[in-house]
């Protein structure tokens, strides 16, 4: 893989590792609320374990069955594979299997638990209004996820999630060191107006620090992805019209969509508002902003924002 593609994108990776360390923190401040138990602390860390290792393993099996997608032969989908072989090839990589979900709102994601068990899924909805050049710089994105192993960042960051969850759980079931346990660990210091910060704060900072992890994660794919390609103007024309086409033909919601949602180049379901907070991926205006900057730093010349396209893949 060509050496910016190595190296693009620390700042990115130093903002997900201080993200995780604020996440610890808070593990290790609700710890120290309920009294420093051991016990209560090994119980939520094996939950944690044992949920980060269930999506982890299973992330490719468990979205491609909530999209009812199907996998693909070249002969069904030359064109997909000569990209993604193309792209394989240049970042030294496998090649993953590529699936096509039966749904006509536009998105792709991939998945997977390394680059050996990765899988990449488009919609037929991205196939029609996508032309190549867009589809390739979807492409570079989304394996881009899988070499930056991203499933496994969003695993342990849904796993820290919830061993928070559980943890703000028991003081609201058992206070501050209120069990056996605890009471040898120590004397639990919050207070009960500490305990009632922790219970319900705590949770929501989790949510919040989890998607921000998410964004982050999105700007690199997006950037390390057309460092790949070497085309981030194709990459913010896929953005704009996947963009459009969600509002047009609007993906349903169902329980399967919705779990697959962070995963995909857009999020199907978009936010407003005090939600945004919540959002897993940043504003596709903003994404297109940064790539078509970054277009003109690499073209060395000023690069118009993309109008919608009319042109579709075949």
């Known amino acids: 893989m060509d050496a910016k593609v190595r190296v693009h994108g620390h700042m990115n990776g130093l903002k997900t590792t201080l993200l995780f360390a604020l996440m610890w923190g808070i593990i290790m401040l609700i710890w120290w609320a309920t009294g420093g138990g051991r016990q209560t602390l090994g119980i939520y860390i094996v939950i944690g374990l044992a949920t980060t290792f269930f999506s982890y393993w299973f992330s490719d099996k468990l979205a491609i069955a ?20 193309e ?11 590529i699936y096509i979900a039966p749904t006509i709102s536009p ?3 991939a998945t997977g638990r390394n680059e050996r068990h990765a899988a990449v899924c488009c919609t037929q909805g991205i196939l029609q209004i996508l032309n190549a050049r867009e589809l390739r710089g979807v492409l570079g994105h989304e394996l881009m996820h899988v070499y930056n192993h991203d499933i496994l960042t969003s695993a342990i960051a849904s796993a820290m999630a919830t061993v928070i969850t559980y943890l703000g759980y028991s003081l609201m079931y058992f206070g501050g060191g209120s069990s056996r346990d605890d009471r040898e660990g120590g004397s639990g210091g919050l207070g009960l107006i500490g305990v009632l910060l922790s219970m319900i704060l705590a949770p929501i900072a989790a949510s919040l620090i989890q998607m921000a992890i998410s964004r982050t994660r999105e700007y690199d794919a997006d950037e390390d992805g057309s460092l790949l390609t070497g085309d981030p103007e194709a990459l913010a024309s896929a953005l704009n019209k996947i963009s459009y086409g969600a ?3 609007p993906m349903r919601k169902t329980a399967g969509t919705q779990s697959v949602s962070a995963m995909m180049i857009a999020n199907p379901f978009s936010a407003a508002g005090f939600s945004k907070l919540f959002s897993t991926h940043p504003p596709t205006d903003q994404r297109i902003a940064r790539l078509m900057q970054m277009a ?8 118009s924002a993309p109008a919608y396209s009319t042109r579709v893949l075949r």
């Open 66 to 85: 909530s999209m009812g997608a199907r996998e693909v032969s070249e002969q069904e989908a030359p064109e997909i594979y000569q990209i993604v072989r």
């Open 87 to 97: 792209l394989s090839a240049k970042a030294g990589k496998p090649m993953p299997r």
């Open 107 to 109: 998105n792709a994601f």
């Open 247 to 249: 509002q047009t033909t």
């Open 296 to 303: 003109q730093e690499m073209n060395g010349t000023p690069v």
